[in-house]
T-cell receptor, first 115, second 109 residues
């Protein structure tokens, strides 16, 4: 299957700092990328959808100024958690799909801990 | 109302048992349907797509009922390695993917 690489796998940061997470599609052109958040023992919650070259569409309740998403190319999307707080600690996962894909392919996830 | 609803379980079954998971979705315009498997602290991985005619992959059988907006997954001859959370996923007509809360399966020796 197609490969999506997410980096970093885990990160610990101080409260108030910003963290950038990268999501790359390695062997296909990802026209659409999705960012999810998963708290312990809960389901994946869609945060936003981004299409290459256009602004991301955020789900209700997700602050666009706090979670900055950039999808400047067909192989890379980034999520920046700005002014992180302990309550932002979570497992963040990206997924990508291309025009020839019906299913979504997932990155390995990033475990963010804000202290 | 959630886009995709699943019984959270857990389902605790002995090795060799047959177990069935169900899922319902709310958007009648949904285009594609999948079952993903997620192991603890890992990303979801595609288990199988679900087709209108029903499909089988080894010990796994998936079925779709569009009229009832219902999807199922049947696992036969359960193995210890089948223990995981199974996620029902639906892709809508705007290409968004929605996940159910997942059904946890514990297969015991």
């Amino acid at each position: 299957g197609a490969v999506v690489s997410q980096h970093p796998s885990w990160v610990i940061c101080k409260s108030g700092t910003s963290v950038k997470i990268e999501c790359r599609s390695l062997d296909f052109q990802a026209t659409t990328m999705f960012w999810y958040r998963q708290f312990p023992k809960q389901s994946l919650m869609l945060m936003a959808t981004s299409n290459e070259g256009s602004k991301a569409t955020y789900e209700q309740g997700v602050e666009k100024d706090k979670f900055l998403i950039n999808h400047a190319s067909l192989t890379l999307s980034t999520l920046t958690v700005t002014s992180a707080h302990p309550e932002d600690s979570s497992f963040y996962i990206c997924s990508a799909t291309g025009t020839k894909n019906t299913e979504a392919f997932f990155g390995q996830g990033t475990r963010l801990t804000v202290v | 109302r959630k886009e995709v609803e699943q019984d959270p379980g857990p389902f605790n079954v002995p090795e060799g048992a047959t177990v069935a998971f169900n899922c319902t979705y709310s958007n009648s315009a949904s285009q594609s349907f999948f079952w993903y498997r997620q192991d603890c602290r890992k990303e979801p991985k595609l288990l199988m797509s679900v087709y209108s005619s029903g499909n089988e992959d080894g010990r796994f059988t998936a079925q779709l009922n569009r009229a009832s907006q219902y999807i199922s997954l049947l696992i036969r001859d359960s193995k210890l390695s089948d223990s995981a959370t199974y996620l029902c996923v639906v892709r809508d007509n705007f290409n968004k993917f929605y996940f159910g809360s997942g059904t946890k399966l514990n297969v015991k020796p």
